[in-house]
């Protein structure tokens, strides 16, 4: 999500944008596990079974970007 300053006092700065990106921070669903795409066996004995059942990493990204 970006936020786009347009007028900003002064004449060194021109523009502003300032913004946020968050990935694997919310998983809706009724798994009980992790997450239910990982590590999940494709055919055979093994479908649908959790080998790692440790949940995706997550992450946040701030993000400023000055006009002159």
């Known amino acids: ?5 347009n007028k900003i006092p002064g004449k060194i700065i021109h523009g502003l944008r300032a913004g946020v990106s968050l990935n694997n ?5 009724k ?3 992790y ?5 999940n066996f494709g ?3 093994s479908t649908g079974v ?4 440790f949940p995706a990493s997550k992450r946040a990204s701030l993000n400023v970007t000055i006009d002159f």
């Open 25 to 29: 921070y919310i998983t809706i669903t």
């Open 50 to 53: 959790d080998v790692d059942p």
């Open 43 to 45: 055919t055979g004995f």
């Open 1 to 5: 999500m970006y936020y786009t300053f």
């Open 35 to 39: 997450d239910p795409e990982v590590s």
């Open 31 to 33: 798994y009980s596990g």
